[in-house]
């Protein structure tokens, strides 16, 4: 029998997994109104607070008054300005291709770019956890799909030797898993990637601008940024802006720009987020961007560290994305909905985001936040966790 959608929503709200959008009202800093009261902000992707940095603001407005509001078309037809190639320019020599292609987001980067690399007879090997738009462009490619176990070298090297060589093999990954906070292994990626032959892409949405030395992310972190075929990253996070992108060499590019149909079908980035995105490039690159990238690393440790010593479950967190494993829907629900009493905006993850039964809260921190804020979100978890028996 066929649910009405009335049905459907009662379904999801039996079960703990119905969503609704709270809204937050004025700009994204650490603290924020949220339905009509200040709470600090615990959950956004803002990691270096660009969102709001003047020079981005800056940008955004001159390149308003230059060049107006709407790029007018996709970039196939007329929609491709200068500041489309300045800031894929500017993205290859951050990420050291030889040349980079944006798209209008990470979502329709991810399904843009798998679908066009991949096809009929061609098998992508993709981590269990990767981020659902990876697994909604494997879906669109309408190749061979293999889910390999989480961050499982062992399990994927079988599953590549058990898959003939016939078509094109991708391994996909995330580079900092999106709910978890976990880096890749990306050295064994690159050396299995280039035992069998394979081309490797790497979702950077949430290592680009935060990891490694310079913020080139997290395969400069681990040192083979080099090995990756396609890093793929987005604007909307660090960055603070908006859009995401692929860097890679120029026939791969090439190939993206005559393929991928997320690119070719859509109306370019408009050119206040061009210029404000390459704004926060310079700003990654610039010893302010070094400052705040070791102040999130700072911060990150400290909650971190005391999340655990109170008898938290992190979840193998290796970054600024700290989640606190729950368990289960509802739960996370309640922990979310005490923590908001007391001033602290988290959201609870729950499925189809995660898997069943690893429900958790995704604590992000920002390079805004004071280690004032992160004391009190420390002890708002402690006693929260308490009363709810998870510590
Ligand atoms: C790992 C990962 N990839 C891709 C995306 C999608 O990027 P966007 O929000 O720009 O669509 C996200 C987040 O939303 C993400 O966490």
Redesign the pocket.
């Known amino acids: 029998m066929t649910l009405t959608f009335r049905e459907e929503l009662e379904g999801l709200r039996a079960g703990g997994l119905y969503r609704h959008l709270s809204l937050v009202e004025g700009a994204q800093t650490d603290r924020v109104m949220l339905d009509g009261r200040e709470v600090l902000l615990l959950c956004s992707n803002n990691y270096l607070g660009l969102a709001t940095h003047p020079s981005l603001k800056k940008a955004a407005i001159r390149a308003v008054e230059l060049y107006g509001t709407g790029s007018g078309s996709a970039r196939l037809v007329s929609g491709n300005m200068e500041l489309h190639e300045a800031l894929e320019r500017r993205i290859a020599t951050f990420k050291g291709t030889e040349a980079a292609l944006l798209f209008n ?4 980067a ?1 399904t843009g770019i798998i679908s066009a690399i991949a096809g009929k007879g061609d098998v992508i090997f993709s981590d269990r956890l990767n ?1 659902a ?2 697994l909604d462009g494997s879906l669109l490619s309408r190749a061979k799909l293999v889910r390999y176990p989480h961050n499982d070298m062992v399990a994927l090297r079988r599953l590549l030797s058990e898959t003939g060589t016939v078509g094109r093999r991708l391994i996909v990954t ?1 580079g900092v898993f ?1 709910m978890d906070g976990d880096l890749a292994p990306l050295r064994d990626l690159v050396a299995l990637k280039r035992e069998f032959g394979t081309l490797l892409m790497v ?1 950077d ?2 290592g680009t601008g935060i990891l490694g030395a310079t913020g080139r992310g997290s395969g400069e972190h681990l040192g083979v940024i080099a090995g990756i075929d396609i890093q793929m990253g ?1 604007l ?1 996070k660090a960055l603070g802006s908006f ?2 992108y692929a860097a890679a060499s120029r026939e791969i590019v090439e190939f993206l720009i005559n393929r991928a149909r997320s690119f070719i079908f859509s109306t370019s980035l408009p050119p206040a987020v061009l210029a404000a995105s390459l704004a926060a490039f310079d700003l990654v690159d610039s010893d302010e961007g070094a400052e705040l990238r070791e102040k999130l690393a700072c911060t990150t440790r400290l909650f971190r560290n005391a999340l655990n010593a109170a008898g938290f479950d992190t979840m193998g967190s290796a970054t600024q994305i700290v989640p606190v494993y729950v368990g289960g829907a509802r739960d996370v629900m309640e922990f979310s909905r005490m923590l908001l009493d007391d001033g602290i905006f988290v959201q609870g993850i729950r499925p189809p985001t995660v898997p069943p039964g690893s429900c958790r809260l995704r604590c992000t921190l920002t390079a805004t936040h004071e280690m004032r804020d992160i004391e009190r979100a420390i002890a708002a978890i402690t006693a929260a966790g308490k009363k709810l028996g998870i510590i």
């Open positions: 987001s990470g979502y329709a991810n981020h738009s990876i995330d999106s979702d949405a949430h987005t909307g859009g995401a």
